[in-house]
């Protein structure tokens, strides 16, 4: 079964600094698909960016972009010029290419700081 | 475009009652998931529903069942409810064919059992 690791609980950034979020998985398929989903205390899931596994080159959305080391079963979200609409929990979550379902890490939930 | 509907947003039930929470797609969606997200954990996927079928089932009892209409909107049911199933159930859609297996989320429905 995969399984999807989030092993930063809660994170906190300076307004406009830069921060990276942390996700590892396990899977034995060649063909997934990666994601980071943030929810903010309204609680709708947001779908912040996502990357094709068999995609090198790492996957860019405005100020949010990946590191996906497909070796290591690595998966960052890195947030540039952090804002306070930042501030929300964040989701690593995976899909492979024939179960569509998502299976979720348990979240890093990020202060931004004004 | 309406994204995902969800109805209720809030219910409170008693122990040993049964429970029908509803989902509308976005518009051009066919696929429809339900996830049961415990509070401070991520999202488990409980099932998927494709052309009015169960495509997909995660770990969960026979408890929990559904059912998708041809309009493609979905119902999620759960019979004797106990004091654990109280979480946030979300529903998500998808479009049978995509190239990068994503979902979109609804606000949820807070399910509270007492």
């Known amino acids: 079964a995969q399984t999807v690791t989030q092993s930063q609980p809660e994170m906190s950034v300076q307004e406009a600094e830069t921060v990276t979020l942390s996700c590892t998985y396990d899977t034995s398929e060649s063909d997934y698909y990666l994601f980071w989903y943030k929810q903010p205390p309204s609680r709708q899931m947001i779908l912040v960016i996502r990357?094709?596994?068999?995609?090198?080159q790492n996957a860019t959305e405005n100020r949010f972009s990946v590191n996906f080391q497909k070796a290591a079963k690595s998966f960052s979200l890195k947030i540039s010029d952090s804002q306070l609409g930042d501030a929300a929990m964040y989701f690593c979550?995976?899909?492979?290419?024939?179960?569509?379902?998502?299976?979720f890490g348990s979240g890093t939930q990020l202060t931004v700081l004004p | 475009d309406a994204g995902v509907t969800q109805s209720p947003t809030h219910l409170i039930k008693t122990r040993g009652q049964q429970v029908t929470l509803r989902c509308s797609p976005k518009s051009g969606h066919d696929t429809v998931s339900w996830y049961q997200q415990a509070l401070g954990q991520g999202p488990q996927f409980i099932f998927q529903?494709?052309?009015?079928?169960?495509?997909q089932r995660g770990n969960f009892p026979d408890r929990f069942s559904g059912h998708q209409f041809p309009n493609y909107s979905s119902e999620l049911n759960v019979n004797a409810l106990w004091l654990g199933d109280s979480a946030l159930y979300l529903c998500a859609s998808s479009p049978a064919i995509s190239s990068y297996n994503e979902q979109f989320f609804g606000p949820g429905t807070r399910l509270t059992v007492l």
């Open positions: 990357q094709e596994a068999y995609k090198q």
């Open positions: 529903y494709y052309e009015e079928e169960e495509r």
């Open positions: 979550a995976y899909s492979s290419g024939s179960a569509r379902q998502l299976t």
